[in-house]
């Protein structure tokens, strides 16, 4: 009987313990309580988006809005899998992985670019380095504001081939993300005054 106990006990205590690990959905409209999270020891998310505005001069209630708006902090966050046949798990629409949901291609491009030949785009300071990375290519090729969040977030989402081409256009539900995305930025810049 009391080694029966003992394991119950242990096991409630995991989930206990696992469940408390978690983040909660909503959280993740708290950049303050994002900034709480940790991926692994020593990767504090705070430094490494206070680093990345340093390094490229994109404000980080910007890099924090695209990282939220693109995988909700989910280190492996991919786009769903087509259907073969309505039902049967096939080929996903995209590339795209991690924080960052940074495409193969332009991940490569960014490895190359910033010598950064280890990055990986389940780590966070990695990932939100690429944000800042491609931000201000944004900012140097099209002219965009580094806090104009707007048109940032669509240049990110479409690419830089469909941010000049103006694929946003007529697109109300890529309008709608972007308009989004600079709402949460608006909200994590009020919210950063009062993180510890």
Same mark, same amino acid.
């Given at each position: ?49 206070e ?50 949901q ?16 280890t ?5 966070f ?6 944000? +800042? =990375?491609?931000?201000t @290519?944004?900012? !140097?090729?099209y /002219? ?5 969040? %707007?048109?940032?977030?669509? #240049?990110?989402?479409? +690419? =830089?081939?469909?941010? @000049?081409r103006? !694929?946003?256009? /007529? ?5 709608? %993300?972007?308009?989004?995305? #600079? ?14």
């Amino acid at each position: 009987m009391r080694a029966y106990s003992f394991s119950r006990v242990l096991a409630m205590g995991v989930v206990l313990v696992l469940g408390a690990c978690a983040t909660a959905p909503n959280r993740i409209n708290d950049v303050c309580a994002v900034f709480d999270q940790r991926d692994g020891w020593f990767n504090d998310w705070r430094s490494a988006a206070e680093r990345t505005q340093r390094k490229y001069g994109i404000p980080m209630h910007v890099l924090m809005a695209t990282v939220r708006k693109e995988s909700g902090f989910k280190s492996n966050a991919r786009p769903p899998r087509t259907k073969l046949l309505g039902f049967i798990p096939w080929t996903r629409v995209s590339s795209a992985y991690g924080y960052s949901q940074a495409l193969d291609g332009t991940w490569s491009q960014y490895r190359r670019e910033s010598g950064n030949f280890t990055a990986s785009r389940t780590n966070f300071a990695d990932a939100v380095d690429f944000v +800042g =990375w491609y931000h201000t @290519k944004t900012v !140097d090729t099209y /002219g965009v504001a580094r806090d104009d969040t %707007y048109n940032l977030y669509l #240049a990110y989402y479409l +690419g =830089w081939g469909g941010f @000049k081409r103006g !694929d946003w256009r /007529g697109n109300s539900g890529i309008q709608r %993300y972007a308009r989004d995305t #600079a709402a949460m930025a608006d909200r994590y810049r009020s919210q950063l005054q009062s993180c510890r």
